[in-house]
């Protein structure tokens, strides 16, 4: 077997094995909570800061364990994947795709970084700014609410072993 063929194979093995954990973060984003409490706005746009939200608290946790790291990249492969059908779905042509998914994975990289920085501190004030930046809210949102949820959300990924983590096995 030729040295593209096994990186690619390990590739799309290793995405395989995070699949469930892709799976389990729309779950995740998807639950009315993040909606009716936070005031997440019920868009296009919110549904996207919501996915990005639990990715990125997924992504956190796979950091702090080094064979994860590596099967973040997939992860993020599948939100790729994921964004780029939806995009198709919506109309939005070849031409354009590249410059589009460029500007979602910039989008996720800039919320990782400051999602990292904010989870770190000891306050909800970061967590609170960062999310208001950052997610498409409602007339009654709560940032402070997104916050708290955010930090349970965190604090049940770790606390988790990395094979559950992987198979998607969040407790919510």
Known sequence: MSLLKRLFASGAKDQARVRRLWHR??????????YTKGGIADTVEGRFDAITLVLVAAMLRMERTEHLRGMSARLTEL???????QLRQAGVGDLVMGKRMGKLMSVLGGRLDALRAALAESDDAALIAAIERNVTLTDKASPPAIA????????????????SLLDGRIAR
């Open 25 to 34: 973060v729309v779950e995740i984003a998807r639950e009315p909570g993040w």
């Open 79 to 85: 939100f790729v994947d994921d964004m780029d059908g």
């Open 148 to 163: 708290a949820e955010l930090r349970v959300l965190a604090a049940t990924l770790a606390a988790i072993d990395d094979d």
